[in-house]
């Protein structure tokens, strides 16, 4: 069936990067765009940025443009997010999303990687 | 960026009440509006794309309504697994601007 499994959780200091991994199976992974989103403690979903999984053409969400990078390997069908300059407020629940197109929705989605951000 | 408002915030509801929770964006999505439902301690399932259209798997009891600016989630008949908290999204420019959410809770 159709599934994307992330990397574990992780616990990071201020000015550190983390790099969380989304395996995509069940789907012809280049005919799909794979986002990112995230949710703090308590608050709403925030959408970070997306890749089209055939071409790797990425779109960030301006406040993350300088910290973030979305790239994917075809082979390993794997999409991977890469935070970096991490401060407190990173810390979050990290979700990838598969899309169809911009009319579908994300139809599927990860389990979640925690990123805690502590000193 | 497009601002996407719901409302209400919080809502108390019995088991086979008709609820309905509204989206509003700041400008024009078409129908570009999708719906989602997320449990705690999980990641969002959707629920409803393209504004009306029901995603596979999804019971008929829920549905979707509205284009332009405003629309509506609407549940026919709630049963106990339906408390949750839901979201709206568009999807028509990036970034792809999510509402703060309704939480749905038994009165």
């Known amino acids: 069936q159709v599934q994307l499994v992330q990397s574990g959780a992780e616990v990071k200091k201020p000015g550190a990067s983390v790099k969380v991994s989304c395996k995509a199976s069940?789907?012809?992974?280049?005919?799909?765009?794979m986002h990112w989103v995230r949710q703090a403690p308590g608050q709403r979903l925030e959408w970070m940025g997306w890749?089209?999984?055939?071409?790797?053409?990425?779109n960030y969400l301006q406040k993350f443009q300088d910290r973030v990078t979305i790239t994917r390997d075809t082979s390993a069908t794997t999409t991977y997010m890469e935070l970096s300059s991490l401060r407190s407020e990173d810390t979050a629940v990290y979700y990838c999303?598969?899309?169809?197109?911009?009319?579908?929705?994300?139809?599927?989605w990860g389990q979640g990687t925690t990123v805690t951000v502590s000193s | 960026d497009i601002q996407m408002t719901q409302s209400p915030s919080s809502l108390s509801a019995s088991v086979g009440d008709r609820v309905s929770i509204t989206c509003r964006a700041s400008?024009?999505?078409?129908?570009?509006l999708n719906w989602y439902q997320q449990k705690p301690g999980k990641a969002p399932n959707l629920l409803i794309y393209?504004?009306?259209s029901l995603q596979s798997g999804v019971p008929s009891r829920f549905s979707g309504s509205g284009s332009g600016t405003d629309f509506t989630l609407t549940i026919s008949s709630l049963q106990p697994e339906d408390f949750a908290t839901y979201y709206c999204?568009?999807?028509?420019?990036?970034?792809?601007?999510f509402g703060q959410g309704t939480k749905l809770e038994i009165k």
């Open positions: 999303a598969s899309s169809r197109g911009d009319y579908y929705g994300m139809d599927v």
């Open positions: 890749i089209s999984a055939g071409n790797g053409n990425t």
């Open positions: 069940g789907y012809i992974f280049t005919r799909y765009a």
């Open positions: 400008q024009t999505i078409s129908s570009h």
């Open positions: 999204q568009q999807s028509y420019s990036t970034p792809h601007t």
């Open positions: 393209a504004a009306s």
